[in-house]
């Protein structure tokens, strides 16, 4: 009996001392006095967005980077290596280039970028601050005007949002024409150096095929010919001629001296005739073998010499015509258009800020964080009362 009396006093004093922990678990679960912070923010934000946020009107395009040369074989090809096509290359320049700080100080020039979004007209939240820094003004820039990329179309949607309808459609019209200048002078830039190279390279070529044909036009001249090889051919023919001639001469004069006289006027007539053969043969010859103390033979190598370098001039200069042509031909094959698939058109209702549902959204977002919180500290307080 005692040991029942005993128990049940230290039931009574195990609840007296639980009681109270329970009854503040409880209390911090259950009581939202604190919940009214939550109503407040929602509230206040309510009213901003209904009374003082400043409406923003949104202008969308779609573009595709489109190339004029190229086949579709080339495309599958590097689609099977693992790599993109180069359209899609570029539209991946395009959409960085949009988002770039380079497009944000284009914007500036054309539509006054900064002097729009910093405004005293609009709200305090929603403008730009009078001095931002670069990084800030780039950040806030990326906020109004995005380009998203889809990677199975290859097509660029561009968004712009302005408090006016009329700057959100500059952003996206200037934003196309910039862009399509960028990605022209990304392939135009490369293809323009190569052009200038061959120029120069031609206008080297020519330079030496006139100097190639000059110095063989002043050898002809100095050494009174037109053909070294022409001239030799002439002169050894002339001497072979004579050669014949003079053997014939002289069989002649066998056969007359075997049966004349020596003093035949005939004979005579033939003697004469061999002695000048052979002096106008031996003339010749030395002529045939130099010519000023120069040798024919080095003439003619000469002059095939000059003649080869006037034949390599000309086919250097044919070479880099060709060269440029096709350098001509692969420009125009780089070249790049922005084919405009939805053409941006001038908003007529402000779309930002989705006041209902940004208001909305932080009651639910905040109702949910503070029964989070609520928790988390019933939690730690019934594990600290235990």
Not at 154 to 172: C, D, H, K, W
Not at 319 to 328: F, K, P
């Amino acid at each position: 009996m005692n040991n029942v009396l005993v128990k049940m006093k230290r039931a009574v004093d195990m609840r007296s001392i639980q009681g109270p922990a329970v009854q503040d678990v409880r209390a911090a679960t259950l009581t939202f006095g604190t919940y009214k912070y939550v109503l407040l923010a929602v509230l206040v934000a309510s009213l901003y967005y209904l009374l003082l946020a400043s409406d923003r009107y949104v202008t969308r395009a779609q573009v595709y980077v489109k190339s004029t040369g190229g086949g579709v074989a080339v495309a599958q090809q590097l689609q099977l290596l693992g790599s993109p096509p180069a359209d899609l290359k570029d539209t991946q320049l395009v959409q960085a280039f949009i988002v770039s700080q380079d497009m944000l100080m284009i914007l500036e020039e054309k539509i006054k970028f900064s002097e729009h979004f910093s405004s005293s007209d609009w709200d305090f939240y929603s403008r730009m601050s009078g001095t931002p820094s670069d990084e800030a003004r780039l950040k806030y820039f990326r906020k109004h005007l995005s380009a998203n990329l889809n990677p199975d179309t290859g097509m660029i949607n561009i968004r712009a949002q302005g408090f006016t309808p009329e700057l959100s459609l500059q952003m996206v019209e200037e934003a196309i024409k910039s862009s399509e200048v960028f990605v022209n002078s990304i392939g135009q830039r490369i293809a323009l150096e190569e052009i200038a190279f061959v120029e120069k390279e031609m206008a080297r070529a020519q330079e030496n095929l006139a100097a190639a044909r000059a110095k063989l036009l002043r050898f002809q001249n100095e050494n009174g010919l037109l053909s070294a090889e022409a001239a030799g051919a002439s002169r050894q023919a002339m001497v072979n001629e004579m050669e014949s001639e003079l053997v014939r001469m002289e069989t002649r004069e066998k056969t007359l001296s075997s049966y004349l006289n020596s003093a035949a006027s005939e004979l005579i007539s033939v003697r004469s005739r061999i002695v000048a053969l052979k002096e106008q043969l031996v003339i010749e010859r030395e002529k045939l073998a130099s010519r000023d103390g120069v040798s024919v033979n080095d003439v003619n190598a000469q002059y095939q010499a000059l003649e080869l370098e006037l034949k390599f001039a000309t086919d250097l200069y044919q070479t880099t015509l060709v060269s440029l042509e096709r350098a001509r031909i692969e420009s125009y094959k780089k070249l790049k258009h922005l084919v405009v698939i939805q053409s941006p058109q001038l908003p007529d209702e402000a779309l930002e800020p989705r006041k209902l549902y940004n208001i909305a959204t932080l009651f639910v977002a905040l109702s949910l964080a503070y029964g989070i919180i609520t928790m988390i500290v019933a939690t730690i307080r019934e594990h600290r009362d235990v």
